[in-house]
């Protein structure tokens, strides 16, 4: 495990300040009034990705396999906070490149879920090496989260845009919570968002702690650090 830096919850922004005043005040029926809306735009969703194969003409899963500049920013942040026991679950992992990362830095107790059965299935064949200690599961998040007992995983992680696809009437970050006993670390890309969230804002409501957020300009990507109330404990203890 690398030396992660002292706890710091870095300062709101003016913006997101109001805008979490203004979401604490929306009523908690304004999701089920539109659940007709978001149920439409879900069955499109996972039509369209649950079938991508290499043949089709775009988010082929052969595209998302280099360990590129955001595979490795992402996997330096768990490496930061965890040793090489912890447990890490990849949401949307397609192909599974994020866990080839991981793996090749010494992990060996990891997951991912991805809609895409084919996908799923091509990592067998572009990473065979981390199939003995990686378990890839097909399944929309909607129906994974229900099957994962509390505290199941030391590490949640995402990486691009399919996450941000989950209807708001699901409660996708509650959980993410849930399942994650220590931290979850996101890479978001905002040009992409189909339904606005304010991030952590939705992960504070479940008591968890920003530890850090970067924005990488050139990838357009917001990167964002969180910690459950046990890891924040574990972090103030540390010199």
């Known amino acids: 495990m690398g030396t992660p830096p002292r706890l710091h919850n870095p300062p709101m922004t003016p913006r997101a300040r109001f805008l979490r005043a203004f979401n604490s005040l929306l009523p908690t029926t304004a999701h089920s009034l539109l659940s007709p809306y978001y149920s439409r735009r879900r069955s499109r969703f996972q039509a369209d990705w649950s079938v991508k194969t290499n043949d089709s003409p775009m988010h082929r899963p052969e595209q998302y396999t280099e360990l590129d500049k955001k595979t490795r920013l992402l996997a330096d942040c768990v490496e930061r906070y965890t040793g090489k026991d912890a447990s890490v679950l990849d949401l949307c992992c397609n192909s599974g490149r ?24 091509f990592s067998k064949t572009y990473a065979p090496h981390i199939q003995a200690d990686a378990k ?15 505290k199941r995983f030391d590490v949640a992680i995402s990486r691009g845009t399919s996450i941000e696809f989950i209807a708001p009437d699901f409660p996708l970050v509650r959980e993410i919570c849930r399942v994650t ?59």
């Open 136 to 150: 890839l599961l097909a399944s929309p998040l909607e129906t994974f989260f229900p099957k994962v007992a509390d």
């Open 98 to 121: 994020n866990l080839v990362e991981l793996w090749n830095r010494g992990y060996r107790d990891l997951q991912g879920v991805d809609i895409n059965a084919n996908a799923i299935a």
């Open 181 to 239: 006993r220590r931290f979850c670390m996101l890479l978001l890309q905002p040009a992409a968002l189909p339904y606005p969230r304010i991030w952590r804002y939705e992960f504070e409501r479940q008591g968890f702690t920003l530890l850090e957020y970067s924005y990488y300009v050139h990838g357009k990507t917001n990167t964002f650090c969180f910690a459950s109330p046990e890891a924040v404990k574990e972090l103030e203890l540390r010199p």
